[in-house]
Structure formats: structure tokens, C-alpha cells
């Protein structure tokens, strides 16, 4: 590796001088990194200096990446010649002759001004980028005074400045994020300019001049020098001033830094550039906290004073305490200022769930995560790791995380920069930071897969089992992280992704089904004859079932959206669609289960039903103890993961509304329905019914709910039993009480949410000979049960038994309904109700 400088013969630049210098100190093996730079900033100063020479009332300025002592081999030259303004203007013109003409004679880059320090406040005044350059001033040679004032008056400018200066350089930041990329994730990336580079990590520097805020000190400062240190070794490679590690370097690079090969140090720049985009990220939220409790403090003033003037006033004007208010989001989590932080009880040393719960709930809100309470489940990972396999909690909230959509990454990149990702999924680490090379590819492998879910997250309407297709997106490239075809590695880190997770046998298989053949359907459609009954039983026969295919079809669609814009388009989703439907149709011979059929009760099922109708009221039961971990022996596999929560039996004499009530009376206590089931339970003939009784044959409904208290602990089943009472009385208004606490919620503007996809209702064709079955797909949210409950009774329809499943932050329920005559719905009927309720759900 050899740098291209012309060597004038003049007295600084001959085999003694300082060009000779430099030459040999760049060639030290010795001395790479930070020795290196600060020797040559050295070495440029003394002959800067022996350049000026003496010269009364002027001073010369190092500023810029040269003022911090940082010059790498072909980094340019900013100095600034500063004068008292009593020389004359030639004098002052032959003195910065005297020093710029023999930089220029060396071939190097350099970044001059002359100006008074008056002159160069007020140009820091008008222009950010010169000011940021002053802000690393630093003495080189003639009157150091003036350096120092120049030093004091800038920094102090700096800070008074700060309210509009901080929000001006976060803008300059995010343009340039968006002319130059994510450096994380770029094959090519440029090691300054993008987001995550060196002029962030200056940024950064200046945040921490202002004193209104400080970047997290942890690992920023090696990444940043590693960052410099590649960039030194690109100057060397190359010969030129770059910035852009460009593909055809990258070996030459890596060898220059001792790396293994252009993989290894592509993983070392996208860790680093993950540090300070990270770093960024934290400081950026503290200084927009800052910068809004600066400008809320004389209005709240103002506020605190009409308040005490107003004679009986008992409370502070809501604005006035706003600032500070806390809102809670999920047991153990709370939303404060903006960010998701740990609730005052939380104890997340005894709650293993805690980081998992909490990050669910914030990606949920469309909220960040607060670094220190990451940091908080950082520790206490370390010490109390989650259980394996996991409890179903969660997974469940892994999958809430998951189906967040777009406001997961902002999460998933938090638990990923203090270590949590990997404590929770060991083989993340193999993929974590690992550049792909071919060109369609715009992600590492990780993110990639994390965008993969993001896409699969709008795709979720479309399967019976969403939380299937949010883990098999985030575990389809799972085996790019090791040798081989990484399909068919994946399987087998898949099916113990997943057994770890805690997914039962049949699942297990599925995510494994999933992942080994992820790019089956594209590379059938797009590369065999459809018109192959040969080829439509092979996809067949490696799917197995239409529920898989199904998951199939999204999870490829998914991938592809993810990957970028070439892989995915209308003709390859047509030829996609096409291949899907030939096999389903080859699939469609599989028997069915019809849910409707009759089941016997438990004894204390028919206990509560034979109790209910002969008080003619509602019976209750609740069981406050986890639902017991999934069999894993050799038995039959339950249809679906376990649910979690606890079992709240309630049966009550069949009557209109019974399911929206009770769903409504779940809701006003915060009870999030987990899973469900609703059926009639016939009463034996010779039962003697007592006064007021229904006659003997009337059926009794039976719904088995699996619930969890939103925050604190469950209520008492008699306050439940009270409360569904009133709602069937139509004593208590359900609907007006929930639309009454929606109204609260609205009342927070900085919750953003998440944009999730619209309800889906649709038919089920030929799935009951019993009954119509009317299937909704939607965003969970309290109250939804109720809403879809109303819905069906206003259509006019009987519902004869419901399976409810509510996986991660998806609704996917079935209503097996008939008409009042308690036959199966017309087509044409059928298709009405379905739209109907999906007009009230807001579809």
C-alpha cells in the first residue's frame, strides 16, 4: 500500500523534511489507530507551525476532525489564521501565503479561512457547519490567547444558542441520514456521511458541548475508533481522500486492519456504526425532553399563578401536572414523557417476562423504549434469564412485539444494543450484523429478518394462525448464520428456535415446514410449469396441509417485500397466487373438523349449567392459577399453542346478548380475553325445574373464557356476576362506559400507536354442515369481543358457538351462527352479515 504525494523539493518537503516524515509515519506498522493520528497531527502542527513563524497579534487555529487530533492519512487540513485585526491586510495575505502555498505544493487537501474572532462568531452565527468546526478549535502556533478566547466565546455561544442550534443540527443529521443511508446496512457504506458514521458521532459531541444532554458513553467511543480506523486504512488502500468503503476495497481493507476477510469488517463497521446510530438515537429523545420542559416551564408558571389566584381551586390545572403524568401501558410498564419506562413497582430482578412485556407494549404504542430501563432488563436478564422452554406469556408478547409492524424496529434495535436479543435467542448471534452480497439485498441478514416480520405483520388477516407467521418471518434466514444451504440449516435451528419459545410438537413442525421451503412457491412459480400435475403435487406433498400454505403464501410474500424492490411484483405475486390456488385445490380432500359437533362437559361444567338454570342467572366460576404447561409426551397435540391467563367458566340460561354483555363486562374490568369457547349445553328432561326456571330441554350457554388482568390483580367473580347481571337487565350501559374510557385514552396526543391492518370478516365456506361460520381477523383492543358480539345481534343472527383466539396482538375468531329458525345462513345472507360486521368494526 503506497500514498500518492508529489514531493516538491523544497526545504519542508525534502527526504528530511516534513513530507518524508509523513510517509514513514504512515507506513509504521507499529502505530496504527489513535497513536498514529495523534502523531501525525504532531507532525503537522510543528511544521504549520515552523511555517508561520513569528507573527505578533495572529494565531493559527486547528479545527475540525484536525482539532480533535484526528487526521488520517488524506483527511483534509482545516485551519483557521486568526488575527487581533491590527496587521495590515497584505501582510496579513503574504502570512497565509507564507503558510498555505507549501500545503497545497504537498498535494494535500486543505480548509483555510483568515478571520478576527469577532468575524469568526459572527460566521459561526450565520452558518452551523462552521461553528460545529470551531467548537474542536485548537492552538496551534503564534498568540495562544486569542485561541483561548476564541475557544471560550464559541463554546459559550454554543450554549446559550443551544434551543435553536440542537433542533437545526438534528435536521442537518436526518437530511443527511436520508441522501446517504443507514450505515448499518449498506454494502457499500460511506463511513462519514451515513446514518451511524463519523459526522453523527460529531454531532454527538456537540449535544455533549451544550450541556443540555450527554450521549451514552458505553462503547461509543471504540466504535467511533473503529470507524477511524477503517477510514485510515481505506486513505491507505486506495490513495485517495474517501469516505465509501466500495465493494472492490473491502479485502485490501480488511487485510490493512488485520481482519479475517471483507465480512469480518463489514460486521465490525455495522456493530460500530449500530453504536452510534444508537447512542444517537437516546440523546436526540433527551434533548427533545429537554427542549420541551424549557419552553413548558413559563407556561406552567403562568398556570400555578391563575391557579392560586382563583379562590377553592382543589387541583392544579391539567396542564400544569401533564409533564410529569405517568400512563400505564401494560403490568410493570408505563409511558412517561414519551418514552416506556418501568413502573414504580416493577421488579423486573423477580419478573423474567418483564423486558419481553414491556417491549410489546411499547412497540404497541408506537413509543421508544427508555435506555434505562433497557439497561435495567439487561441486568436482571443477566441474573434471572427467562426459563426454557419459555411460559406462554412470553411468547405471546414475543409475537405482540413482532405484529407491531414498523414501530418494532425502533424497539427490536434497543433490546439488540444492550445485548437482550442474544441472551433471548442465542443463534441470533449468528446472523446479527452479517452483510448479504448479493445486490437485491438492501439488509444485513438480521434486519432483514426483522423487516420480514414487520411485512408479515400486515399479512396476518390473511392466515388462521398469525402468530405462526410473525416467528416463521423472523426465523425464515435463520440459517444464513452458518455453512450450507441455509434452508435446509434453518430447518434445525428452527424447530429449536421454536421448541425453546416454548410452541408445542405440531407447531414446532410447522415453523420448521416453514423455513425449510421459504422460497419454495417463488422458485416454483416463477421456474416450473404450472401446468405440471407433477408439479403442483410436488409443492403438495412438501407443504401437507392448506393452513400451512396459506402461511406459506404470506411468509413468501413477506420475505420478498422485505428483501427490496426487485425481488417482489405484480407478475411474480400472479404467478405466486396462481401456483397457491392449484395447490390448495389439490389439498381440499383432507377431512375437516367441525367444531360444532357435540362435546360432553366437564362435571363442574355441568354443574355451573345445572346451577344456572335453576336460578335462572348467571353462574360464575374463576380459577386464579396459570393454565398447566403444554403435554409434550406422545399424546394428541392440542389444536394451537396454550392459551395464557387464568379460566373464568360462566354459564348462564340462553338469551339474547349473552356474549356481548359478558365480553363487555370483561372489558370494563380490564380483563384482555386471551382465548374462548361458546357453546349450549342441553339440561337432562327429567331435571324438576323449580319456580321460575326455564322448562326442562332449554338450553344453557356455556362460556369457558381464558382471561388476564391488564394491570393488578383479577377482580372478585361476585363484583363480575353483579356487573353481568345489570348488563343483561340493560341496567348498565356497556357501550357508553367503553366509548367513555376510549375518550380518556384520545386524551394522550404522543401516543402514536400503530398503523395496524384493516379487520378482515369473511365466510368459511363448507366448514360447518350446522351452521354458517362467520370468521374475524382483527387488531386486538378492548372491547372487541363486545363490538363483534353487538354486531352479530343486530344482524339478527343466533350464535349457536364461538372459538375465540387472540395470538400476540391479533384477534382471529370463528361464530358458528343460524337463523333464528336455527338453520344455516343463505350464501347471500351470510355474506351480508359479514359485511356488517366489519362496517362496525370500522373495516
Known amino acids: 500500500m503506497t500514498e500518492s504525494v508529489t514531493t516538491t523539493q523544497t526545504p519542508d518537503s525534502g527526504p528530511g523534511g516534513y513530507a518524508a516524515a509523513r510517509l514513514r509515519l504512515l507506513h509504521e506498522e507499529s502505530r496504527p489507530g489513535p497513536p498514529r493520528r495523534a502523531a501525525l497531527a504532531r507532525l503537522t502542527d510543528d511544521w504549520l507551525a515552523q511555517l508561520l513563524g513569528d507573527a505578533p497579534g495572529v494565531a493559527l487555529v486547528a479545527v475540525g476532525g484536525y482539532g480533535r487530533g484526528e487526521l488520517s492519512p488524506r483527511s483534509d487540513l482545516d485551519v483557521l489564521l486568526l488575527h487581533d485585526g491590527s496587521a495590515e491586510t497584505g501582510e496579513l495575505a503574504a502570512l497565509a501565503d507564507r503558510v498555505w502555498y507549501p500545503v497545497w505544493d504537498l498535494g494535500l487537501a486543505l480548509d483555510h479561512s483568515v478571520r478576527t474572532p469577532g468575524e469568526a462568531r459572527k460566521t459561526a452565527g450565520e452558518d452551523l457547519k462552521v461553528h460545529l468546526g470551531l467548537l474542536d478549535a485548537r492552538h496551534i502556533a503564534g498568540d495562544a490567547a486569542l485561541t483561548a478566547g476564541l475557544r471560550t466565546a464559541i463554546l459559550a455561544d454554543w450554549r446559550a444558542q443551544a434551543p435553536k442550534r440542537l433542533p437545526e443540527l438534528r435536521e442537518l443529521c436526518q437530511e443527511r441520514a436520508q441522501r446517504h443511508g443507514e450505515l448499518p446496512f449498506l454494502l457499500e457504506p460511506d463511513l462519514k456521511e451515513a446514518r451511524g458514521g463519523l459526522r453523527d458521532a460529531t454531532a454527538l459531541r456537540a449535544v455533549a458541548a451544550s450541556w443540555l444532554a450527554d450521549a451514552p458513553r458505553e462503547g461509543l467511543e471504540d466504535a467511533r475508533g473503529r470507524l477511524l480506523d477503517t477510514r485510515d486504512a481505506l486513505h491507505l488502500t486506495t490513495g485517495r481522500a474517501t469516505d465509501r468503503l466500495a465493494l472492490q476495497e473491502q479485502d485490501q481493507v480488511a487485510a490493512g486492519l488485520g481482519l479475517l476477510d471483507a465480512d469480518t469488517l463489514l460486521r465490525q463497521v455495522y456493530e460500530s456504526a449500530r453504536t452510534v446510530a444508537y447512542a444517537g438515537e437516546v440523546t436526540w429523545r433527551e434533548v427533545g425532553r429537554v427542549l420541551r420542559a424549557r419552553s413548558a416551564r413559563p407556561r406552567v408558571r403562568g398556570l400555578l399563578g391563575a391557579a392560586k389566584a382563583r379562590a377553592g381551586r382543589g387541583h392544579l390545572p391539567e396542564a400544569a401536572t401533564e409533564a410529569g403524568e405517568r400512563s400505564p401501558l401494560a403490568e410493570g410498564v408505563v409511558e412517561q414523557d414519551g418514552e416506556v419506562v418501568l413502573a414504580r413497582t416493577a421488579r423486573p430482578e423477580r419478573d423474567p417476562v418483564l423486558p419481553l412485556r414491556a417491549a410489546a407494549a411499547a412497540a404497541q404504542a408506537g413509543l421508544p423504549l427508555s435506555r434505562h430501563a433497557v439497561r435495567q432488563f439487561a441486568q436482571a436478564a443477566a441474573s434471572r434469564p427467562l426459563p426454557v422452554p419459555w411460559p406462554s406469556e412470553a411468547r405471546e408478547e414475543l409475537v405482540t412485539l413482532l405484529g407491531a409492524g414498523e414501530s418494532t424496529v425502533e424497539v427490536w434495535e434497543a433490546l439488540e444494543a444492550e ?8 443463534d441470533w448471534e449468528r446472523v446479527r450484523c452479517r452483510p448479504q452480497r448479493n445486490p437485491v439485498h438492501r439488509w444485513t441478514v438480521d434486519r432483514h429478518l426483522v423487516e420480514t416480520a414487520v411485512r408479515a405483520a400486515s399479512l396476518t388477516r390473511r392466515v388462521s394462525r398469525p402468530d405462526l407467521l410473525l416467528v416463521a418471518a423472523l426465523l425464515h434466514d435463520i440459517g444464513k448464520g452458518w455453512p450450507g444451504d441455509h434452508s435446509v440449516v434453518g430447518e434445525t435451528i428452527a424447530r429449536d428456535v421454536a421448541a425453546r419459545i416454548g410452541f408445542d410438537r405440531a407447531d414446532v413442525a410447522v415453523l420448521a415446514t416453514l423455513v425449510r421451503h421459504h422460497l419454495l412457491l417463488v422458485e416454483t412459480a416463477t421456474r416450473r410449469d404450472l401446468d405440471d400435475p407433477a408439479t403442483v403435487r410436488s409443492v403438495a ?34 404467478l405466486v397466487a396462481d401456483l397457491v390456488a392449484r395447490v390448495a385445490a389439490q389439498l381440499t380432500g383432507e377431512p375437516g373438523g367441525d367444531h360444532t359437533a357435540p362435546r360432553r362437559p366437564t362435571a363442574e361444567q355441568e354443574r355451573l349449567a345445572i346451577e344456572a338454570w335453576r336460578t335462572g342467572g348467571p353462574v360464575l366460576a374463576l380459577h386464579a392459577q396459570p393454565g398447566a404447561p403444554r403435554d409434550q409426551g406422545d399424546g394428541p397435540a392440542a389444536d394451537g399453542p396454550e392459551p395464557i391467563g387464568v379460566e373464568l367458566l360462566i354459564a348462564v340460561p340462553d338469551q339474547p346478548g349473552i356474549l356481548p354483555a359478558a365480553a363487555g363486562v370483561l372489558a370494563l374490568h380490564r380483563l384482555t380475553v386471551r382465548a374462548a369457547d361458546l357453546r349450549a349445553v342441553d339440561l337432562p328432561e327429567e331435571l324438576t325445574a323449580p319456580p321460575g326456571a326455564p322448562a326442562p330441554g332449554t338450553g344453557v350457554l356455556l362460556l369457558d373464557w381464558r382471561v388476564a388482568a391488564e394491570y393488578g390483580s383479577l377482580p372478585q367473580a361476585a363484583r363480575l356476576r353483579r356487573d353481568l347481571l345489570r348488563a343483561l337487565e340493560g341496567s348498565l350501559d356497556i357501550a357508553a362506559r367503553l366509548a367513555e374510557r376510549e375518550a380518556a385514552y ?23 354442515q350446522f351452521a354458517t361460520v362467520i370468521e374475524v381477523r382483527a387488531q386486538d383492543a378492548p372491547g372487541l369481543l363486545h363490538r363483534i358480539g353487538r354486531a352479530l345481534e343486530t344482524a339478527g343472527v343466533v350464535v349457536r358457538s364461538a372459538r375465540i383466539s387472540t395470538l400476540g396482538s391479533n384477534a382471529v375468531d370463528a361464530f358458528y351462527v343460524t337463523d333464528t329458525a336455527g338453520a344455516p345462513l343463505r350464501a347471500e345472507r351470510a355474506a351480508e352479515v359479514a359485511r356488517e360486521v366489519e362496517r362496525a368494526l370500522g373495516g
Open 419 to 426: 445485548g437482550l436479543i442474544t441472551r433471548l435467542l442465542p
Open 746 to 768: 384520545a386524551r394522550y396526543p404522543r401516543r402514536r400507536g400503530l398503523h395496524a391492518p384493516p379487520p378482515r370478516v369473511t365466510v368459511a365456506q363448507g366448514s360447518s
Open 541 to 574: 406433498t412438501a407443504v401437507g396441509s392448506t393452513s400451512t400454505l396459506e402461511l406459506l403464501h404470506a411468509l413468501t410474500e413477506a420475505d420478498a417485500l422485505a428483501t427490496g424492490p426487485a425481488a417482489w411484483s405484480t407478475w411474480r405475486g400472479a
